[in-house]
């Protein structure tokens, strides 16, 4: 059994609506030091692969395929082998 | 059983004392639960039964009254139009956005669970002043949480209202409100009969989430709820989409004995009621429940409030059509039982009973409580308005602004502009006139709808505040040119234990039923919701009616906005000077005091009659009600809506601020061609109402004269961005 | 001639452009279910607006891989005319029929009004009865508007003259005020480089009724039936 | 300054409609394996505080008070010094 966690995050070159409001509202709670704020998605799933290399290349074709949208989006992800 | 035992499932020693009478025997630690979430207020209605009692609930009209999941009214064409609200108050106190959304979830199930397929959304919403933070937060997530469920689900949300006022600051309301339309034929009911018919659980599947939801919305607010989590639900439109669906195709099917959604207390209240309703018995296996969490012991699953669920009754023999139908829409459906004639709801884990007791006495037998009551002392200073201590202010223009500008008079834009208001492309008149208005598609019908409640007015007197949100729904849905049909209402009261509260619901419930009597509105269904406190603060009592009327012809639909340049101004009903209870006296001078407006209901009804009367006879052009702000404002909205002036004329002698922005009832503004004027006065003479023409619809600007004298003098587009632009304004 | 309106779970626009197409304008439709793997025979296809699959993860991410999908791509690849509405332009968008993606408004808040759009191709199936910069009052319900593609694309897509509609004021003008959700350049309707597959935000299947108040969307589904009466030219 | 990611993540008892249907997605895409979905969220955030102790302290706080709604929500989250 694996655990994955995907990380999707808008690409750098976009701006991100949800950041930025999300840093206002930071900064108007006073939280000054906060320079920039950038809002994405975890995904964790589990799944039953026979082996590490196997877990890994599913998830990134799910990645590919549906998980990202590789327009406006990059992704990157951890795996962790939970057990048979 | 130690006393502990029962208290923690919210039983009083004197109720334990029945189960026990009941069952000849102790109960086990599942049926005291079952007992404690049925016999909770929340679902058995154990303090507000004899008192609902009072309320008119029939009428030729009704095809079901209260007592189902919705009540269904008649409009002719073998057609009929189901409707229902609920609180969501306790939810959505602790998390707004998903208890808002879960409370649209809900309602929208109980439309569908008779059978029809819902059209219309509606909501009813009272927050604390908006100047708090918590407040913005609690007013931005429920508006959200209720605008993506509906969004999502594709029932376009056509209206609601809401108030601010500092007694909701820590338990606010949220009402929600669906409207479905239904052949007379193909009604549904939530009943359990046929011994060894399939007793069948679909959508889906079970968690931990939202156990002990029902007592939970039986309790006062503690600091101890808000660690309370598991309490909250997550909805999930989607899925109720998919439910929705399926259900009204499998409907389709005839194979369905009974259907009943899995609201407040789950599984133990679908099936002990349906059970009850059918005078029939059910036995269950919990292990085949299907279940989205692992470990869950029976009691858990009994009482789990998860989501998007419903239960079905399916002639024996047909599971397999059910299970088709569900598995075309991705849902999952299985068979946990069977009914009975033994009139026993009996539980089963696997081969082990681990729960028997009479289903009727879970769903009905329920103690009830004759609570008592006395007139709370705060209406004898509240009640008193030293009227000669309030000056009247010099700057009449700037306390019509004010007024425009206050969140409860404002433009609601801020917030339906959030609601998908339009998806069926059935509506003919969007949020921001006097009611809602839905075609009925494939005949020349619509129907409109409305929620109403001034609470201050309730808080003032409870009986007039209730009769008044009576008559102001059906003003409303008059001024759209509808006759209205009937009642649906939501009482929304704190802690009933106390004999002030009790005193007010008894007063308010008393009042909205010889309203319906006299405006020929019955109550087909509703909620109670009580509790509504925090600490040692009550909400104002706040009853909500919502209201459905019924347009005979969609060329009779009428909207607030003037028109026409040139056409009369006219007035049905009469100016009076009462300034009790306004919200001028709330936002210039500080005071929520007085009387609250007097309301002579056989008055009420002969305006509203003359002017649909004269809506029916084409000869309005447009029709608005005088609620919150009083004449200047119901003037201001007209021509704000209209985007056209107008020039008005006072004749009155009544003190000028009182006169124009107090909040007497029984008032319509119409509009209509100078040369319908005579035919307008012969109707409004022959039925008794009262009609002056206040002057014509004119240029950019509203001005008003009084007794000769120019008093105030404004353009329409200051008025409309004051208007248009206040609540944006505070939430940023 | 024949429509087909997909239906996807979730959708729920889909009644209202079957409506539109059948008792407003007298055309022959049929809805086509996601798991269909062989498609009817049809002349146009609606993919509509609502929340297929509730939107969850991305508009449209999980709908384009819905068994009807791959015959929807073979159809717009043959030529004929496909249009995406509001989660159809999404669904569009995310199986590459049409360029670029949707971010979440840039008010962050679901947005449902009438706004006004120019039309700025005039030649495509949906707009030929529109004259070039038309501008029409069709409103939008959504939460995820926000137009996006590369810089590059976007110089492609102007080039070929792709970019369908923009929101604008009443009076045409493309302003900052007039972009209801932060699109790129104002986008609200676009079409791929042949012109048959066309996506836009607008609704145009709500404004078709005089007792909705507003009949300007008619316009966008006279013109493809006016097209496939036309004799067809792209057969 | 300094980087800080977090992760939120609906409590384990709490329905996931967003994870559900993507898990059935991913079944239907023949991503057989797949056993389980949650969705979540990743903020990341850069902010200038003198000393990792304090920007923990913050990014504990932010996610308290506005980034996390602890009724249904939990957090994590990882800091990274990343130079002055
Ligand atoms: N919560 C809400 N949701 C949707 N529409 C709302 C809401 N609150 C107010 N509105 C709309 O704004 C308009 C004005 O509301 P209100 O001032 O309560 O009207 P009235 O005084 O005539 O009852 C109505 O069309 C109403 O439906
Ligand atoms: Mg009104």
Redesign the interface.
């Known amino acids: 059994m694996f655990n994955a966690k995907v990380y999707i995050t ?1 690409k750098k ?6 950041g930025n ?1 999300m840093k206002e509202a930071l900064l108007a709670m006073k939280y000054d030091g906060v320079k920039d704020v950038r809002m994405g998605k975890l995904i964790e799933i589990k799944l039953e692969n026979k082996n590490a290399a196997e877990a890994e290349k599913r998830v990134r074709d799910m990645c590919e ?3 990202a ?1 590789t ?2 989006e990059d992704y990157t992800y951890d795996i962790l082998e939970v057990g048979p | 059983m130690t006393k502990k035992t029962y208290e923690r499932v919210g039983l009083t020693s004197g109720e334990y004392d029945r189960i026990v009478e009941i069952l000849g025997r102790e109960p086990n630690e599942l049926e005291l639960n079952l007992y404690g979430v049925m016999w909770s207020e929340h679902c058995s209605y154990k303090n507000s039964k004899p008192v609902l009692r009072i309320f008119p609930t029939s009428g030729e009209r009704v095809l079901q009254g209260p007592g189902e999941n919705a009540g269904i009214i008649d409009i002719g064409d073998g057609l009929a139009v189901v409707m229902k609200i609920e609180s969501h108050n306790h939810p959505s106190a602790v998390e707004p956005y998903q208890g808002a959304a879960t409370g649209a979830g809900g309602i929208i199930r109980d439309i569908f669970t008779m059978g029809a397929r819902p059209i219309a959304l509606l909501n009813s919403l009272r927050f604390g002043e908006l100047s708090n933070d918590r407040t913005k937060y609690l007013f931005e997530n429920a508006v ?1 949480g209720i ?2 469920y509906g ?4 029932i376009p949300t056509v209206g609601g209202e809401i108030y601010f006022n500092d007694c909701y600051r820590g338990n606010p309301l949220v009402n929600a409100m669906c409207v479905g339309i239904i052949r007379h034929g193909d009604i549904k009911r939530g009943t359990a009969s046929g011994a060894g018919n399939a007793v069948m659980i679909v959508g889906a599947s079970t968690g931990r989430d939202g156990i002990g939801g029902a007592s939970f919305a039986s309790v006062e607010l503690s600091e101890e709820s808000q660690e309370n989590r598991s309490a909250v639900q997550v909805g ?4 109720e ?2 439910l929705l669906e399926a259900c009204l195709e499998l409907f389709e099917t005839g194979c369905v004995v009974g259907v009943q959604d899995l609201g407040a207390a789950g599984l133990t209240s679908a099936c002990s009621e349906t059970a009850s309703r059918g005078s029939s018995g059910m036995n269950i296996d919990v292990s085949l429940v299907p279940r989205r969490e692992t470990g869950m012991i029976p009691v858990e699953v009994m009482i789990s409030e998860s989501q998007e669920r419903m239960l079905v009754i399916v002639e024996k023999g047909r599971e397999e059509e059910v299970t088709g139908v569900f598995k075309k ?2 849902l999952n459906s299985s068979v946990i039982g069977r009914v009975t004639d033994d009139g026993m709801l009996t539980i089963r884990d696997g081969d082990e009973v681990v729960g028997r007791v009479p289903a009727k006495s879970l769903a009905e037998d329920a103690p009830v409580y004759y609570r008592e009551y006395e007139k709370p002392a705060y209406l004898q200073q509240v009640g008193v308005l030293d009227e000669e201590s309030l000056e009247v202010p010099k700057d009449l223009n700037g306390v019509l602004v004010g007024l425009l500008k206050s969140p409860n008079i404002a433009c609601k834009e801020w917030v ?10 059935c ?2 008149v969007a949020p921001g006139s006097d009611a809602a208005v839905v ?1 009925i ?1 494939g005949t020349n019908k619509a129907i409109a709808l409305t929620t109403d409640c001034n609470s201050r007015y309730c808080y003032l007197d409870p009986a007039t505040g209730g009769a008044i949100a009576v008559a102001e729904a059906a003003r409303n849905l008059i001024c759209s040119g509808a006759q209205p049909l009937a009642v649906t209402d939501c009482l929304n009261f704190g802690n009933p234990e106390k004999p002030g509260v009790f005193w007010q619901f008894r007063q308010a419930v008393s009042g909205m039923s010889e309203a319906c009597r006299v405006l020929g509105t019955p109550v087909i269904s509703g909620n109670v919701s009580f509790y509504n406190e925090t600490d040692t603060n009550a909400i104002f009592p706040t009853p909500v009616v919502g209201m459905v009327g019924l347009v005979e012809d ?1 060329s009779h ?1 009428t909207t607030q906005g003037f028109k026409e340049e040139g056409d009369a101004v006219l007035l049905l009903g009469e100016n009076t000077q009462e300034a009790g209870g306004s919200e001028y006296l709330k936002v210039v001078h500080g005071l929520e005091q007085g009387s609250a407006p007097r309301l002579d209901l056989d008055k009420e009804k002969r305006v509203q009659d003359c002017c649909l009367e004269l809506i029916r006879a084409g000869v309005v052009k447009s029709a608005h009600d005088c609620s919150e702000g009083g004449i200047a404002v119901a003037l201001a909205e007209c021509c704000i809506s209209g985007g056209i002036g107008a020039e008005i004329e006072f004749e009155s002698r009544c003190r000028k601020d009182f006169l124009l922005f107090g909040e007497g009832q029984s008032r319509i503004v119409i509009t209509a061609c100078q040369s319908d004027l005579e035919r307008i006065k012969d109707t409004a003479a022959r039925l008794d109402v009262p009609c002056t023409v206040l002057g014509r619809v004119k240029g950019k600007e509203l001005v008003i004269d009084i007794a000769g004298q120019r008093e105030m003098e404004i353009a329409v587009e200051d008025m409309g961005t004051s208007w248009r632009e206040a609540i944006g304004c505070i939430m940023g | 001639m024949k429509f087909g309106v997909v239906v996807f ?2 959708s ?2 889909d ?2 452009c079957y ?2 197409l059948r008792d407003v304008l007298d055309q022959d439709t049929e809805y086509i279910w996601h798991m269909t793997k062989h498609l009817g025979f049809y002349d146009c296809i609606v993919l509509p607006g ?2 297929s ?6 508009g449209g ?2 709908a384009r ?1 819905s068994p009807v999908m791959d015959r929807v791509v073979e159809f717009a690849q043959s030529g004929k005319p496909v249009i995406g509405i509001s989660n159809g332009f999404q669904v569009l ?2 199986a590459g029929l049409l ?3 949707f ?4 008010s ?6 009438n706004v006004y759009i120019r039309t700025e191709n005039a030649s495509t199936p949906f707009t030929k009865l529109c004259g070039e910069g038309q501008v029409l009052k069709i ?1 939008i ?1 959504h ?1 995820d508007g ?1 137009y ?3 810089d590059r694309t976007l110089k492609d897509m102007e080039q070929n003259n792709q970019v369908v509609f923009r929101y604008c004021d009443a009076e045409g003008e493309a302003t900052a005020e007039s972009n209801p959700n ?1 699109s790129l350049q104002n986008i609200a309707g676009i079409c791929n480089r042949e012109g048959n597959v066309v996506g836009m935000m607008p ?1 145009p ?2 404004c ?2 005089e ?3 507003n009949r300007d969307g008619t316009v966008i589904f006279k013109s493809v039936i006016n097209y496939l009466k036309g004799g067809a030219v792209n057969d």
């Not at chain 3, 699959?53 to 991305?58: D, E, K, P």
């Not at chain 3, 971010?103 to 840039?106: E, I, K, Q, V």
């Open positions: 808008l070159s976009i701006a991100d609506p949800q409001a395929t549906l998980l949208n327009v406006i | 959200a605008g993506d969004n999502c689900i594709g999930d439109p989607f899925m989409k998919l829409w991705g339906y502009r959030q609601y998908d208001y339009m998806v069926r492309t509506t003919a075609r598609r969609t639909i | 779970p979730g729920n626009c009644i209202d409506h539109a609502g929340f699959y509730g939107s969850y993860l991305r991410a999980i891989f968008t995310e360029p670029g993606a971010l979440r408004n840039n962050m808040k679901f947005v449902c009004e409103p319900a939460g926000n996006y593609v590369d932060g609704h299947e709500r078709m009724e007792i909705l108040g």
